[in-house]
Each structure stands twice: as structure tokens, then as C-alpha cells.
């Protein structure tokens, strides 16, 4: 079974632009969340979507926002890009609700704001 | 409010001998709690969950952790380190209903 795919790998945007990144969660899974690993802030959580809602969100400003389709794929938008906003960014899903069920990552996708 | 904090930035030992990664965490509620690990260039992997079953908790790889309500701790050991167990670990608390709190991290070096 093919694990979490995550595209692209790595990102180069300037300041102001914006970003969509994509993740394929393993095929059965339901459950997609989103996480921002920085050096200085370390890994936090930015939402949870299952079944296609939003069922839980972490501390980040609006310009950050999600969504997820019937097929389970989910995307992450973010807007007016900041030099804060470079990261790299984790998806992980799951059979279930992240907390109930064992989450498994993405390599994940690698963003350069300059 | 929640919180969760590693202890140790940075762990050293030596291969064979026993190894403690230490977690405290804070909670309103009785959390749901995690390792993780992460190894250079690959994603994080579970190790071990405590959902309010057995306090001692089994994982992967000879990981168990122990958790211990009345001091608030969630500590990860091994008994005997491979040179393959260095990583980075994270202990992550998860309260009813509620994100997921990461820790800052700790570097497991195992020296040869």
C-alpha cells in the first residue's frame, strides 16, 4: 500500500505570493492533518480535515486555510506569503480522527519564502 | 492551559546502554499522549500511544514509556541503545477534543 505523498517536495515563492501544496493520504484513510516544522517554533499543528470538514485547527492566522475533496486528497493554501511562512510543511493521515487512530506522515513539502 | 516540554534538547549514549527521554506535559484533561520519531530526511513515525489504557505503554522497536498521572510525566526508554535509534524524538500530548501539542524535541546521539 502506497504511503502519504506529498507534492511538491520543495517550494521557492517570493513575499506577498501565494501557495498550494498537496497531499494524497494512504488509500482507505479519511483523516488528513496539516503540521509546520520551523527551527525556531519546532512542529505545530495547523488543522485536521476528515470526511471533507474542517474538525479541528491550531493557532495560525486566516491566511492559512485548507480543504479536503471526496477522494480523501487534501490541499493547503496559503496566502500573502510571509519570510516566517518558511517551513517545511507535514501532512499525515489516518483511518479515523487523528486522536483515535495512528497518523502516518509525508515526507513533506519544503517551502522558501524569499 | 496545555502544554507539553522535553527536558533534554540533546540525549548521548552509548550503544548497549539504557536510554531515558523525559516528557512532562499539562493538561486540563486526561490527554491522549505520543512519541514520535523523526530520522534525518524522513518523515515522523509513531513509536507509542497512551489513550487511558495500560500506563505502561508498549511500542516499537524495545521503546516503552510509562505514564505517571501524579507527576504528569510521559517518559520514553529503551533498554539497550542501537546506533540505529538516532533521531530526533517527540513527545506529543493531544486533551479531549483538542489540537495536537508537540514538543520541542530531543536529539538522541548513540555513540559507537
Known amino acids: 500500500k502506497a504511503g502519504v505523498t506529498q507534492t511538491p517536495r520543495y517550494l521557492i515563492k517570493t513575499r506577498g505570493q501565494q501557495v498550494t501544496l498537496s497531499c494524497s493520504p494512504i488509500?482507505?484513510?479519511?483523516?488528513v492533518s496539516w503540521y509546520q516544522q520551523t527551527p525556531g517554533q519546532g512542529l505545530q499543528f495547523l488543522f485536521e480535515?476528515?470526511?471533507?470538514?474542517?474538525?479541528n485547527k491550531g493557532n495560525f492566522p486566516g491566511r492559512f486555510s485548507g480543504r479536503q475533496f471526496s477522494n480523501s486528497r487534501s490541499e493547503m493554501n496559503v496566502s500573502t506569503l510571509e519570510l516566517g511562512d518558511s517551513a517545511l510543511y507535514l501532512c499525515?493521515?489516518?483511518?479515523?480522527?487523528?486522536?483515535?487512530?495512528?497518523?502516518?506522515f509525508g515526507p513533506g513539502t519544503r517551502l522558501l519564502v524569499l | 492551559a496545555q502544554s507539553v516540554t522535553q527536558l533534554d534538547s540533546h540525549v548521548s549514549v552509548s550503544e548497549g546502554t539504557p536510554v531515558l527521554l523525559r516528557c512532562n506535559y499539562s493538561?486540563?484533561?486526561?490527554?491522549?499522549l505520543f512519541w514520535y520519531v523523526q530520522h534525518p530526511n524522513k518523515g515522523l513515525q509513531l513509536l507509542l500511544k497512551?489513550?487511558?489504557?495500560?500506563?505502561l505503554v508498549k511500542g516499537i522497536n524495545g521503546f516503552e514509556a510509562e505514564f505517571k498521572k501524579s507527576e504528569t510525566s510521559f517518559h520514553l526508554t529503551k533498554p539497550s541503545a542501537h546506533m540505529s535509534d538516532a533521531a530526533e524524538y517527540f513527545c506529543?500530548?493531544?486533551?479531549?477534543?483538542?489540537?495536537?501539542?508537540f514538543g520541542t524535541g530531543t536529539s538522541l546521539t548513540v555513540i559507537p
Open positions: 497512551y489513550t487511558s489504557a495500560a500506563t
Open positions: 506529543v500530548v493531544n486533551p479531549p477534543g483538542n489540537q495536537f501539542y
Open positions: 499525515a493521515s489516518s483511518l479515523g480522527l487523528a486522536a483515535q487512530e495512528t497518523q502516518y
Open positions: 488509500s482507505g484513510h479519511r483523516s
Open positions: 480535515y476528515f470526511s471533507e470538514t474542517q474538525r
Open positions: 493538561s486540563s484533561y486526561s490527554p491522549s
